[in-house]
């Protein structure tokens, strides 16, 4: 949805680089093309006129012209500005001392509240609760078994006594749910309520007429990402003859401009708590106002890319892949492979997850064309080979490579790149996993890395069974407490290894034994 403003942005900021110094005119040039591209996007001109009189006053200020990089304290008042117009800090919900907690979703229609209330629920669900789903939009067809099929995806509740189609009353539904949700020990209740086609005061009065008599702990306006100002527009006429608490984006996985999502929290004084960026039921997450500016400059989303890790990765599993992997490069076969790359597949689109990567916005172009189909195809040809190939995959010759290729409905090259792009990945990550091929991190005796491996290491091995000792005592007796420093100082020596301590083939009077121990052994 950013992608036009992020690429306005991108192109400002890189005539700034390299400068050492702004002028007055320099910043004026930039804080005008921050404000085309900001209009470009449909942001409300209110919000466009405050967002560049901060960054001008703060551009002009000291912590620019006394920043060792002008270019770059001018991107960071960009983001804090970004920040606070997108809300500021992350707000959470507000739960009940005594549950069930109440949460009213309004809007209107179109703007997906009933998806939504499948996608919170869900949400919700994850974090431990309960949620019940209420049934209150008794007007649009088909509104009830959209809501009953979606609690049903989401495994979460529902409450639909009426069948709807404009049968039934709405008020005595979302009244009549809060006693069956304390009685089927529901700790949340999500009441869905009926939209309209625009701002009218039947929608006013019903809406306000749910709220007074459930008395709901958080009222969440929703509003589809993708109208620009009518969204505005909607929310402060909302705000005024209802009240609403939150806002929950939806649709921001759209091709819109996105000037509601950065005009709405600033406009309203109420702040984005949720966003839908999807269609499927876990395209949803609590809304930070930090990562959004963060990705709108290309900066990524590492903290909403690494909670979405923890929440699919288990820490057995993967301690389980390390300790596999430690034991050589053997150890790890093509079911392990799968099995990884069906838990990258769990955390949602590969290309979603590209764009959350710093750096990402310069091929965009690649990842938008992205197939995502690659991944199943892999899966295919993985699938259709014997445990054995799977195992062992240098038994794949030519035959085998044909017969897997039409089991899995590919090419016999496909077959063949895949085998050859795992051997690859498994050489590397035993690598990494052994702490082999680091420069200055050699490997444990018996790993790649240690003892007598190269030409370089057979060297200094010679080296070192070579060398004498002094016939002078008090000559040996200095080279032993250098030898002594060294160890304690870091240095191993020659063919030392990473604890300090001589490697194999050094002389054995290198080594300092304790005083005990010196005390046994016979007289040189």
Known sequence: MFDTLSDRLAATFKNLRGKGRLSEADIDATAREIRIALLEADVALPVVRAFIKQVKERALGAEVSKALNPAQQVIKIVNDELVGILGGEARQLRFAKQPPTVIMLAGLQGAGKTTLAGKLGRWLKSKGHTPLLVACDLQRPNAVGQLSVVAERAGV?????????GVGDP?????????YARTKQHDIVIVDTAGRLGIDQEMMRQAADIRDAVSPDEVLFVVDAMIGQDAVHTAEAFRDGVGFDGVV???LDGDARGGA????AHVTGRKIMFAS??????????????????????????LSLIEKAEQTFSQQEAEKMAAKLAKGPKEFTL????AQMEQVRKMGSISKLLGMMPGMGQIKDQINNLDERDVDRTAAIIKSMTPGERHD?????GSRRARIARGSGVDVSAVKSLVERFFEARKMM???????????????PGMPGAGGGTKKKGKQQKKAKGKRQSGNPMKRRQEEQAAAARREGGDGGDGGNAFGLPGAGQDAGDFELPKEFRDLLPPK
């Open 171 to 179: 008020v005595r539904v979302a009244t009549d749910s809060i006693q």
């Open 261 to 264: 999502a950065l005009s709405i």
């Open 249 to 251: 984006l939806s649709k």
């Open 157 to 165: 509740g529902v409450y639909a006594p009426e069948p709807g189609n």
């Open 393 to 397: 995959p240098t038994i794949i010759n």
């Open 277 to 302: 960026n999807g269609e499927k039921l876990d395209e949803f997450d609590a809304f930070h106002p930090d990562r959004m500016a963060s990705r709108i400059l290309g900066m990524g989303d590492v």
């Open 430 to 444: 035993s690598r990494m996993a052994q702490g082999g091929g680091m420069p200055g991190m050699p490997g444990m």
């Open 335 to 338: 079911d392990d492979f799968l």
